[in-house]
């Protein structure tokens, strides 16, 4: 099955009341095992990617036909969304060319008015040739930023002039942040989720910083308009346990456990068991 945009599937997601993962990839073994799992789960995916991952991979270029390549060569039937995540305005115009279907704009660090301006730029170009496009308002916090308690808190009045830019999703922050939260966290706030959904005109939200929030929270979210949860530090930790493991036991040391094949294994396999965690999770299991 061909890459398709974001849009169909964060549509019915909302319309369903289910949750879409968007797993950021960051190497081969991580494209794959989160194909594979949405094809044995029956689940839409979206395959997130910043442009840090990008430069590592080799480019915008390289991601897409690599990613292009699995599905084909994988048989994949589930529908999938190629996405950049966090991206600049460069880098979303650098996405569109390269046959990306879906990217993120986020231009929340600008002051607004540049924020809402680059976005209907962004908007009229990857719309033009069928992508869909996030967008962020305010700031969501995390370790690149500092982590804070509380997480930062999206204005409503704000997230109705970006919904106003065309977007087809929306990024906002009601408590969420990036990596590990840390152990004074508060939780997700509600009332702001709904203030922001109301005034978004009941676009399909994103929840950021998908690890790490309790279950319960994260199915209120999705029950209140959340439809695309990103998950990237869980997999991260995953895979460095996975891997650890195989080495502290010396199975490196065995034969040709060298082989990066082999090395690699153990963490790819705890990897997996979390992208299948999270689609049960969110409940997108046989939603393809």
């Not at 099955?1 to 599937?9: D, W, Y």
């Not at 994988?74 to 880098?91: C, F, K, M, Q, R």
């Not at 997480?151 to 002039?161: Q, S, V």
């Not at 650890?244 to 990066?260: N, Q, S, T, V, W």
Request: aromatic share 6%.
């Amino acid at each position: 099955m061909a890459l398709i945009s974001a849009k169909s599937i964060l549509d019915k997601a909302r319309d369903g009341h289910y949750g879409v993962p968007a797993i950021n990839i960051n190497n081969l073994e991580w494209t794959k095992l989160t194909l594979e799992v949405a094809q044995e789960k029956n689940s839409p995916i979206l395959l997130g990617v910043s442009e840090g991952a990008i430069k590592y991979m080799g480019g915008f270029n390289v991601v897409v036909q690599m990613v292009e390549a699995l599905v084909k060569d994988l048989n994949i039937t589930v529908p999938v969304a190629l996405h950049l995540d966090h991206g600049s305005y460069e880098g979303s115009k650098k996405a569109i060319e390269a046959g990306f279907t879906s990217v993120m704009y986020d231009g929340s660090a600008l002051p607004l008015e540049e924020n809402l301006a680059k976005t209907r730029e962004i908007v009229e170009l990857a719309h033009s040739k069928g992508i869909s496009v996030e967008a962020e308002v305010g700031s969501i916090g995390g370790e690149e930023d500092g982590i804070i308690g509380d997480g930062e808190l999206a204005d409503p009045e704000e997230c109705r002039m970006l919904a106003e830019t065309g977007i087809d999703f929306l990024a906002a922050g009601i408590g969420n942040i990036h990596g590990v939260y840390p152990e004074n966290w508060t939780g997700l706030n509600f009332e702001r989720l709904g203030e922001v959904q109301k005034a978004s005109n009941n676009l399909p939200l994103v929840l950021h910083g998908g690890t790490g929030i309790p279950e319960e929270q994260i199915v209120r979210a999705i029950d209140l308009g959340v439809a695309k949860i990103n998950v990237n530090t869980e997999l991260q930790l995953a895979f460095a346990k996975g891997t650890r493991a195989y080495i502290e036991a010396g199975k490196d040391l065995e034969g040709k456990g060298f082989d990066p094949r082999k090395l690699l294994a153990q963490g790819t396999q705890e990897a997996k068991q979390v992208v299948s965690d999270k689609i049960e999770m969110f409940g997108s299991t046989n939603k393809a």
